[in-house]
């Protein structure tokens, strides 16, 4: 099966490291039990204008210092010894080099990896099967087209709902849906 992975609040904890950077740019003092929005910026009253000096000028630290989730790293390698795994990011191509030095400083195995804002039409061009993701307009735009997604449950996503969308609160989870649907399409 050819698996579709995003990064951020996926594989690791980027709202720590966004909070960290963007308390200091702003001298605000937020923690993640104040996030309930994906985009993590509008917290602090920025427009994406403001969010983007900040970001260009914090990123790189910010994702070299996200901390991967519980149990990522250990399902990613079980993942990668049985299918195709694609890491698939809406990260900006200025952050591509620290984003594999964080992969590989992690020792996280991956066959391919795109920076890419429109991850319906990567996975589509890449026959990925499935994308395992956090963002709530991700899991709406595959649900539409009958594409199934694994949602990495966070506060701001907990709206979403259809039949195409499997939630997992934690990578065990992730991984039982994997293995559920790789079933599915072995009996297909």
Not at 76 to 94: D, G, V
Request: with cysteine; aromatic share 12%.
């Amino acid at each position: 099966m050819h698996i579709g992975i995003d990064l951020d609040n996926t594989i690791l904890d980027a709202t720590s490291a966004h909070l960290h950077y963007y308390n200091i740019a702003s001298g605000l003092s937020f923690t993640p039990d104040d996030v309930n929005d994906f985009y993590i910026y509008r917290l602090y009253g920025w427009d994406e204008a403001e969010r983007n000096v900040i970001y260009n000028k914090y990123g790189h630290d910010i994702h070299w210092n996200s901390s991967p989730l519980p149990m990522a790293v250990e399902i990613l390698q079980q993942l990668f010894n049985q299918h195709q795994i694609s890491i698939i990011t809406a990260r900006p191509l200025l952050f591509r080099e620290v984003t594999i030095k964080w992969l590989q400083h992690h020792k996280i195995n991956y066959h391919n990896i795109t920076l890419i804002e429109n991850k319906l039409q990567e996975c589509m061009n890449s026959k990925i099967d499935v994308l395992i993701d956090d963002g709530p307009h991700y899991a709406e735009e595959f649900a539409l087209v009958n594409k199934p997604v694994i949602l990495y449950e966070q506060p701001y996503n907990l709206a979403v709902t259809n039949d195409f969308v499997l939630r997992a609160s934690n990578w065990i989870e992730v991984k039982e849906h994997i293995d559920h649907l790789a079933s599915k399409l072995t009996l297909n």
